[in-house]
């Protein structure tokens, strides 16, 4: 999942996070992070572990490749590149000579999360860093660790639904552009709700969609799953009523998740 750079930053956000309360709240009731930032250069240090891991095996041709991306149906993988069409199960691929890949409809439900730390070329890891390193500090600020994390991660998890359902069933996708995208649908919510100048957010995300839907070998499933799930939980976390706030929040997540495994689970049933 390639996608272009995100260069916002949104100040009457920024300005929203840093409003002191005696009780060293966020204004969405998060705690106030100690050291603004931390969450989003973990998460930029995972991703660029694996990377790194990925370089030193056979970058595209590394097995961890394989392993981590999101196949939404098993492949027999033929020796010499490729695989072989037709092959549904692990016993005929072996008798055939070839090497097994399952998919998520196999049971490797792992895919839909590990697909969104993996990333090969250096521009695609190089444009989902930056554009994290500049949207997430901004979003951890203003939401506190938890939320932030809990958006970041649903949103992906949201893009990599999208993708199980609507990618072709023999094409592996992978990057961390679906949470990215989630981030940027996310401080869009929270910039209108604060009635900040969005016409740059806006020339960006723009930008972005154009490119996803005219640039090579784009996951565009990945990207406006991410982008429509980080609105809906950024809707869900800026709207919760005040009495019982975090309480609205986690239950408004929680149902985002059940629909996520709904999603997940149906498809499978069609894939099996």
């Not at 060293?24 to 930032?37: A, K, W």
């Amino acid at each position: 999942m390639n996608d272009a750079a995100v260069g916002f930053q949104c100040p009457s956000c920024v300005a929203e996070g840093r409003k002191a309360t005696r009780s060293g709240r966020t204004p969405y009731g998060g705690l106030r992070p100690s050291r603004n930032g931390l969450v989003s250069q973990v998460l930029i240090a995972i991703n660029a572990g694996v990377w790194l891991v990925i370089l030193a095996t056979g970058a595209a041709a590394s097995v961890w490749v394989d392993r981590l991306a999101l196949h939404p149906v098993g492949i027999c993988q033929a020796a010499r590149g490729g695989f072989y069409p037709g092959i549904g199960s692990q016993a005929v691929c072996s008798v055939s000579g070839g090497t097994w890949q399952p998919g998520v409809s196999d049971g490797a439900w792992w895919q839909l999360v590990t697909s969104m730390f993996t990333q090969v070329a250096v521009a695609h890891i190089g444009f989902n860093m930056l554009a994290l390193w500049i949207l997430g500090p901004q979003l951890e600020l203003l939401l506190g660790r938890v939320r932030y994390l809990a958006l970041y991660l649903l949103a992906g998890l949201v893009g990599s639904a999208s993708v199980y359902w609507l990618s072709p069933e023999f094409t592996p996708t992978l990057g961390a552009s679906g949470a990215v995208f989630g981030l940027m649908g996310a401080l869009l919510v929270f910039a209108l709700k604060v009635r900040a100048d969005v016409g740059q957010l806006m020339m960006w995300i723009g930008l972005n969609i154009a490119f996803t839907f005219f640039g090579a070998n784009i996951s565009w499933q990945g990207h406006l799953g991410g982008f429509f799930g980080g609105i809906v939980l950024a809707l869900i976390i800026a709207y919760a009523p005040r009495a019982h706030r975090t309480a609205w929040q986690a239950s408004g997540f929680a149902a985002v998740f059940v629909l996520v495994v709904v999603a997940v689970a149906m498809r499978t049933a069609v894939l099996s």
